[in-house]
C-alpha cells in the first residue's frame, strides 16, 4: 500500500485540514488506529473515525473473473459487483425514467450509489496503480449503477476509453450517482444538488478508506465525465475536502465523517479528464445568450424565439464576466470586451493543433462535412481560411463560424438552463436539480424564477408572489445548492484542487457557451494548485466525450509519472 503524508496547501490551515493530513496518513481500515496517536493534537482521539467507517469496510473476496479481449488479446479481470459506497442509501422506486424511457431497476437499495469496480488481473496486487473513477451522469441526470466492462466484451484501446483504461493497468470504476430525475420509494426527489456531488465524494472517500484492502492508491485516482459528467467532474476536482459537503455527507453514510459531523478522511482527487462540462449552471444562461448573439448569431439564423429574454440575459454577461475576475492567456483582465477574442484564440489554436497532427481542414470555399446530434451534414466553408502546408491559420470570421455552429447544431431556446415553467422553452433544462426534495423542480436563476408563467408549479414569482432577491433573501436552499455544484466558487479558494486536468471542449460544440470552458480554463491556469492544465476547444467536435482516447491516455500516463516523481 502507498500511503504517506500528502502535499496539500492545507498545511498552513489549522483544524479541519490538519485532521485530514493525520487521518489520510494513518486512518485506513488496515492499520486502524494504533499508533496514529500525537500528531497535531486535533486527532489524538478514537473520536477521528468516521461512524460509518466499519460499515463500510471493502470485501476483497467479493469478486468474479470475468474475461475481455483487448486488440485481440484476452484479458481477465475481476469485477466487484455493485459495490455500495455509502452506509445509508437511499431506497429509491423500482420504476424509474431517464430521457425518456421507463427502466425498471433491481438495485433499489443502493443502485444509484454503488460502483462496479473493475481491476485487470495482472494488476490485482498492485497498491500503485491509478483508479480510473468514470461518472455517468449525463445530461446532469442520475446514473444507475453501470458496467462498461462485460463478460466476452471485445475492446479497441485506440478508440475505447474503457479498453485503453484496462489495458494501461488502471481499475476501472464506474460511479452511479443520484441526481435530478431520481424518484425515492417515498415518491420524492432524492436527487436535488448536491446529491450528485456527495455521492461522487462519498464514492472516493470509500476509496480511500479502504486504499490498503483494494487493489491500486486512491491517490491517484483519475476522474473522466462528459457534458453532465464533465461538469460533475469539474466540481469534484475543485472543491476536494471542504467542509461544505459534510452534512451532507453524513446524511448520506459516507465514509470518514466522524461523530461531530467533522471530516477524517480527505477527499480530493488527483487529476481530471473532463469533455465539454456543463457548468457554472447559474450563469449559463448568460454566457449562452451572450455568445450566440453579441455578433447576432440567432437573429441570423432564425433561431431567436425569445429576443427579448435573450437580450435581457445577454445585458447580464458584462458585470458577471468582470466578477469573475479572470485573466486572458496573455494575463490582461478577460472582460465582456476582449472575451471574442479570447475565443477566436482557441478557436485558432485548436485548428492549428489539428494540422500539425497532419490532418488537414477544409479550406475556405470548399465543403465540411460533419456529424452531429447523429446526422451528416455538409456546410460549405465561408468562415475560415488556413494554410494546410504551414498549418496556420490566415483569416476567421467569428461571426460566420459561430453562424456555422448553430447551422450545425440548432440552439436551445433562451433560457437554455433554467428553462421549466416557462411556456417559450422546450422544458428540458436543469431546472429539476434544484429545489426540495418534494419539487419536481424549482427555477434557480433571476430570469427564469422572474418569468416562470406556468401556475401551479410552486416556483417562480407568479407562484410564490416573492421576487428573485426575496426568495434568496428568504432561503438559501437554491443559492446553496447551485454553489455546492459550481467549480467557479472554489477554484483557487481553501478547497484543494486536483493538480493535473485535461478538459476539451468541441469547436462545434452548442450545447453551451466556448465562454464557459474558457473561464474554467483561465480559472484553473490562475489556481496556485493547479500544476497541469491541458485545456483545448477539440478541433471539429460537437457536444461529446473520449473522442481522443490516444492523447487522453497519454495525458493520464504522463501525469501519473509527474505525481509519482513529485511524491504526490
Ligand atoms: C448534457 C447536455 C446538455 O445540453 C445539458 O444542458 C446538460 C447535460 C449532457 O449531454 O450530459
Known sequence: MTMGIKNTRHGSTPGFARSVLAVAACGAIALGLAGCGGGDGDNDSAAAVGVNDAALKFDATKYTTINVTIDGTKVPVRWYPEVCYVAKPTEMAATQTSLGQTIAISNTKCGYQSMNIFVPESVASDQKTALYFAVNNGGWMSSYVKASVKDGATFDSSASNVGAALKAGYVYIDVATRSRNVVGADGKYPGKSPSVVVDAKAAVRYLRLNDSLMPGSARRIVVNGTSGGGGLSSILGSSGNSADYNSYLAEAGAAGIDASGKSTLADDVLA?????????????????????????????????????????????????????????????????????????????????????????????????????????????????????????????????????????????????????????????????????????????????????????????????????????????????????????????????????WYVRHGSRDRDTAFVVSVNLARALKADAEVSDLNYRLAWDQPHAGNYDVPEAMAWIAKTLKDADAKGL
Open 272 to 500: 481530471i479528464n473532463a469533455y465539454c462540462p456543463i457548468t457554472d449552471l447559474g450563469n449559463a444562461d448568460i454566457l449562452y445568450e451572450w455568445m450566440f448573439n453579441v455578433l447576432g448569431t440567432r437573429a441570423t439564423v432564425s433561431q431567436n424565439p425569445n429576443p427579448t429574454g435573450s437580450a435581457e440575459l445577454m445585458a447580464k454577461f458584462a458585470d458577471y464576466q468582470k466578477s469573475l475576475n479572470l485573466k486572458t492567456s496573455a494575463g490582461a483582465a478577460l472582460t465582456a470586451d476582449n472575451m471574442l477574442d479570447e475565443v477566436k484564440a482557441e478557436v485558432t489554436r485548436s485548428a492549428e493543433i489539428y494540422m500539425a497532427s497532419g490532418k488537414t481542414i477544409p479550406n475556405l470555399g470548399e465543403v465540411m462535412t460533419y456529424t452531429s446530434q447523429g446526422q451528416t451534414g455538409q456546410y460549405t466553408n465561408d468562415w475560415l481560411t488556413v494554410d494546410n502546408a504551414a498549418g496556420k491559420v490566415l483569416s476567421l470570421d467569428m461571426a460566420k463560424y459561430l453562424k456555422f455552429v448553430v447551422t450545425q447544431a440548432k440552439l436551445k431556446n433562451a433560457p437554455s438552463f433554467d428553462q421549466s415553467g416557462m411556456a417559450i422553452t422546450a422544458s428540458s433544462g436543469e431546472s429539476s436539480l434544484f429545489g426540495t426534495a418534494a419539487q419536481v423542480y424549482s427555477n434557480f436563476t433571476d430570469y427564469g424564477w422572474t418569468h416562470n408563467d406556468t401556475a401551479g408549479d410552486g416556483t417562480g414569482m407568479d407562484d410564490t408572489r416573492q421576487t428573485w432577491a426575496q426568495f434568496l433573501s428568504a432561503s438559501t436552499l437554491v443559492s446553496t445548492q447551485l454553489k455546492l455544484v459550481n467549480p467557479m466558487n472554489y477554484i483557487g479558494s481553501a478547497s484543494k484542487t486536483a493538480p493535473y
